[in-house]
């Protein structure tokens, strides 16, 4: 068994093919050139054939994020996602990341064991919910300027649990540690959009059909921010919005209320695992 990185010049279309066999409707078709530029995507051959593939981003900060693991149908159910998810925290350790985190859901059960007996365990408990822009909603955001910030403190993921998604590239769901400075970052690079006493960071044409904004919520009550949110992705051309929101049952009700639905391939519990390095520590 021979494990090694992608090589962006000549395994592209190879890559292609594999995730096609492994599933002809896989959503990374569709990121896959930004996936490849990423540079570190691993696949596992066997005697010449591709039979496992995943991927490490590096997230900055020593924080890494696993996520694309695919095995072939055939070589299923015969270890390889465990020699996989080892060579890509071997990877992890050689590029000198420290923790490392990955969002499993909650009824993949197999997956979350194997992560488990890498030393993994589950940190938070999110939902996975869609809206759906409105052009009857009231456009309450506007993209704040470079020295602009929040009107309110910040809640939601990052204040209940101390992780956000890092919306980094086209790829929303990356989760990293909670840090004031991200305000900065996203102003900087317009993610950043607020309104009186609300905020979210968003990450515009994440998916293109339907064309979807990714979205951080950060400030505001959900019976105001929601709506705001459908605005704006109404007013960006947008058909739909997507979030991880915590899965709280004093939230959830609201959830149905406001007409956000669970996404349809996650189910209703997503759970983020992490590996920590047990030396580091954290903010």
């Known amino acids: 068994m021979d494990f090694r990185l992608v090589n962006p010049s000549r395994d592209r279309d ?43 981003h590096d997230l900055g900060d020593r924080e890494g994020w696993l996520s694309g693991m695919r095995v072939v149908p055939a070589r299923r159910e015969q270890g390889l996602g465990g020699k996989l998810v080892e060579a890509l925290l071997a990877d992890a350790r050689s590029i000198g990341l420290r923790d490392v985190r ?57 204040a209940r649990t101390g992780r956000v998604d890092l919306l980094p590239a086209s790829d929303g769901g990356r989760f990293g540690e909670w840090r004031p400075a991200l305000l900065s970052r996203w102003a900087r690079e317009g993610k950043l959009y607020v309104g009186p006493r609300l905020a979210a960071a968003v990450q515009v044409d994440w998916w293109k059909e339907p064309r979807t904004l990714w979205v951080n919520p950060l400030v505001g009550e959900p019976a105001v921010l929601f709506p705001a949110i459908s605005a704006l992705a109404h007013t960006l051309g947008h058909e739909e919005w997507q979030a991880f929101l915590p899965s709280l049952e004093t939230f959830r009700a609201q959830y149905v209320t406001l007409g956000l639905v669970p996404h349809p391939a996650w189910g209703d519990r997503v759970l983020l695992y992490e590996r920590l390095d047990p030396t580091s520590t954290r903010l």
């Open 14 to 56: 190879r890559l292609r093919g594999f995730l096609s066999t492994t599933d002809p409707e896989d959503y990374l078709l569709e990121e896959l050139d930004e996936w490849v530029l990423e540079g570190r995507l691993w696949v596992e051959e066997d005697r010449g054939e591709w039979v496992a593939f995943g991927r490490l």
């Open 102 to 158: 990955a969002a499993i859901e909650d009824g993949n059960v197999a997956s979350r064991r194997l992560f488990e007996r890498f030393g993994f365990r589950p940190a938070v408990v999110m939902t996975l919910r869609r809206g759906f822009a409105r052009s009857d909603a009231v456009d309450l955001l506007h993209r704040a300027a470079p020295d602009e910030r929040p009107d309110g403190p910040v809640g939601w993921l990052p």
